[in-house]
């Protein structure tokens, strides 16, 4: 059973650089899938932030502006998030997800989820 | 970007009762929609991909349809356990989810 875990730090100061890791169990990162990136501000809906694959390429939501940072450390299985130059808009519960795969072109939803980790922004 | 647009944002209902929620594309998606449950302070749960394909472990009152550009979640009839925010989610171009509805107790 594939199971994700968020961790980081729980407070950022404004300005500064946000980082989440996504570490992977139960399963290889090195797989047919796209490893997600979503977060949800307190009290509203799901924004999603980005994708990686584990040959390194990325997409991103192009309603962000370019602050976001998808990477992948395929020796530790495990991928991050790095948000530069936070604001109180990036107060959120951060979720790293996984995308399965029907076919090579159709995807089978976000079938794994991390617990979600609350990245509260202030001085 | 592709928007979708999801109605209601809110219902009330009562156990026993069906529920349908539509969200709506700003443009076609085939059948790249997937629908998800959250409940307070947990993480989104998949319900249905492929705009009609149940998960696994998904009980059956759950049920999806449409293609193109406008989508149906029903729930035949409402139990306890469903009471929660429903999102769809579009995975034709790039992500991008609708607003929610959520599920109250009548």
């Known amino acids: 059973q594939v199971q994700l875990q968020e961790s980081g730090p729980g407070l950022v100061k404004p300005s500064e650089t946000l980082s989440l890791t996504c570490a992977v169990s139960?399963?290889?990162?090195?797989?047919?899938?796209?490893w997600n990136w979503v977060r949800q501000p307190p009290g509203k809906g799901l924004e999603w932030i980005g994708e990686?694959?584990?040959?390194?390429?990325?997409n991103y939501n192009p309603s962000l502006t370019s602050r976001f940072t998808i990477s992948v450390d395929k020796s530790k299985n495990q991928f991050s998030l790095n948000v530069s130059s936070v604001t109180a808009a990036d107060t959120a519960v951060y979720y790293c997800?996984?995308?399965?795969?029907?076919?090579?072109?159709?995807?089978?939803?976000?079938?794994?989820w991390g617990q979600g980790a609350l990245v509260t922004v202030s001085s | 970007a592709i928007q979708m647009t999801q109605s209601p944002s809110s219902l009330s209902a009562s156990v026993g009762d069906r529920v349908t929620i539509t969200c709506r594309a700003s443009?076609?998606?085939?059948?790249?929609l997937g629908w998800y449950q959250q409940k307070p302070g947990k993480a989104p749960r998949l319900l249905i991909f492929?705009?009609?394909r149940l998960e696994s472990g998904v009980p059956s009152r759950f049920s999806g349809s449409g293609s193109g550009t406008d989508f149906t979640l029903t729930i035949s009839s409402l139990q306890p356990e469903d009471f929660a925010t429903y999102y769809c989610?579009?995975?034709?171009?790039?992500?991008?989810f609708g607003q929610g509805t959520r599920v109250e107790i009548k």
């Open positions: 492929a705009a009609s």
């Open positions: 997800a996984r995308e399965g795969s029907l076919n090579y072109y159709n995807s089978r939803g976000f079938d794994y």
């Open positions: 443009q076609d998606i085939r059948s790249d």
């Open positions: 990686i694959y584990h040959s390194g390429s990325t």
């Open positions: 139960g399963g290889s990162i090195s797989t047919s899938n796209w």
């Open positions: 989610l579009q995975d034709r171009v790039y992500r991008s």
